[in-house]
């Protein structure tokens, strides 16, 4: 079955960088969409990036763009988000989020369909 495993999360100063990873396995992911979401307590699950895997189209929030990046590595499997100059309103869960979906993104988490267990980012002020 398809697994989802994210790393990189920690505890960073304001205007610092972390790099999150998204390691997927369990089929081919060639035609899926790749997302990251974000959820805050108290608050919803959040659309953060997506990049589709075919053709590496990517697509941000207006919150992130030109902050963060997402990409990917088809040997590795992996998606990456890199985050810079991060503000105290980026803390959160962060998770990776994978739906079969040839071209395109969904900015809704319920279109989504595998998820991984989520990496904490604490951005200090």
């Known amino acids: 079955q398809v697994q989802l495993v994210e790393s990189g999360g920690g505890l960073v100063q304001a205007g610092g960088s972390l790099r999150l990873s998204c390691v997927a396995s369990?089929?081919?992911?060639?035609?899926?969409?790749m997302g990251w979401f974000r959820q805050a307590p108290g608050k919803e699950r959040e659309f953060v990036a997506a990049?589709?895997?075919?053709?590496?189209?990517?697509y941000y929030a207006d919150s992130v763009k030109g902050r963060f990046t997402i990409s990917r590595d088809n040997a590795k499997n992996t998606v990456y988000l890199q985050m810079n100059s991060l503000k105290p309103e980026d803390t959160a869960v962060y998770y990776c989020?994978?739906?079969?979906?040839?071209?395109?993104?969904?900015?809704?988490?319920?279109?989504?369909?595998?998820w991984g267990q989520g990496t904490q980012v604490t951005v200090s002020s």
């Open positions: 369990g089929r081919t992911f060639s035609s899926y969409c």
């Open positions: 990049i589709s895997w075919s053709v590496g189209s990517t």
């Open positions: 989020a994978a739906v079969p979906l040839g071209f395109g993104y969904y900015s809704d988490y319920e279109r989504y369909d595998y």
